[in-house]
């Protein structure tokens, strides 16, 4: 009695084992369906800029509810790819983090279709104490002369700062006082801001990187600054023009002159039984 209530039990827990095994099995197979949630990720800290190699990148499995949008598969056609931004070690690749194939290392291959990239001098001051930093974005005042009288006037809005110095790298948010900024503009935005510092001097302007509006304004003088109205254009004097009825009068007035100096004036003359005229 005893031995088959055993072999009772020993079959339940076989039954039982069994199919906790197939349940498990089952889903262990929806989650990761023959491997092919793999994706590649890096494998340290790289920057942007930085050429990949394969020891930066490895392959790690990924919950199939939770794969990255653009993930990829194939870290063999990575390697030798440029990074457009910094990432951090595990973190998934995409194609929108790197740069087109082909694209060389370094600064070239952060720079958008369509774009340029200008290096400004700047100082403690002109560089916003070091605040701007590569991935703000700042707008660009000239100071100059205008018709003889000083203007401040902001020309280019909405700058990204590709570099300071010699450094790209966007993850620093402490402030770095440098001499040199590098600036993504397009080709008209190159030239004006060449023209600029040409005629005037520069200052950054750091502005919210998330706030697109226009800072539209129409510069400042020593008269917007001070309060004091405009002045006035000159014009030149012009010759006072008679009214019609006196131009009028002023050229009739000779002809009737002429016309009463015409008529000559006689006075006449007794001398005895004689009388004579005599016309002057």
């Known amino acids: 009695m005893k031995n088959r209530r055993a072999l009772w039990m020993m079959a339940l827990a076989v039954v039982f084992g069994l199919a906790a095994v197939a349940l498990a099995s089952h889903w262990l197979l929806r989650q990761t ?5 793999k994706i590649v990720v890096a494998a340290v800290d790289v920057n942007l800029g930085q050429r990949l190699t394969p020891e930066m990148l490895k392959q790690i499995d990924w919950p199939a509810e939770t794969l990255p949008r ?3 598969r194939d870290g063999g056609k990575l390697v030798g790819r440029v990074l457009k931004t910094s990432v951090l070690r595990d973190e998934p690749l995409s194609e929108a983090k790197l740069a087109p194939a082909g694209t060389l290392g370094g600064l070239s291959a952060l ?3 369509g774009k340029r990239a200008i290096t400004v001098r700047v100082n403690d001051v002109v560089g916003v104490a070091g605040f701007a930093l590569p991935g703000n974005f700042v ?3 000239v100071n ?4 003889n009288s000083a203007i401040s006037k902001i020309v280019l809005e909405r700058i990204l700062v590709l570099a300071v110095a010699q450094e790209v790298a966007r993850d620093e948010t402490r402030p770095r006082v440098v001499n040199a900024v590098t600036l993504e503009v397009t080709p008209a935005q190159a030239e004006n801001l060449d023209l600029a510092r040409s005629v005037g001097v520069l200052s950054l302007v750091l502005r919210n990187q998330v706030d697109p509006r226009p800072g539209t304004t129409e510069g400042a003088t020593k008269g917007t600054l001070l309060g004091a109205p405009a002045p006035m254009p000159a014009t030149a004097a012009l010759p006072a023009v008679p009214p019609p009825a006196q131009a009028r ?4 007035r000779p002809r009737l002159q002429v016309a009463a100096a015409a008529p000559h004036a006689c006075v006449g003359v007794i001398s005895g039984v004689q009388r004579t005229q005599e016309c002057l």
């Open 70 to 72: 653009g993930a990829l």
């Open 139 to 141: 707008d660009i005042i």
């Open 144 to 147: 100059t002369q205008s018709n």
């Open 249 to 252: 009068a002023s050229v009739a």
């Open 33 to 37: 369906p023959g491997g092919s949630n």
């Open 111 to 113: 720079i958008a279709e």
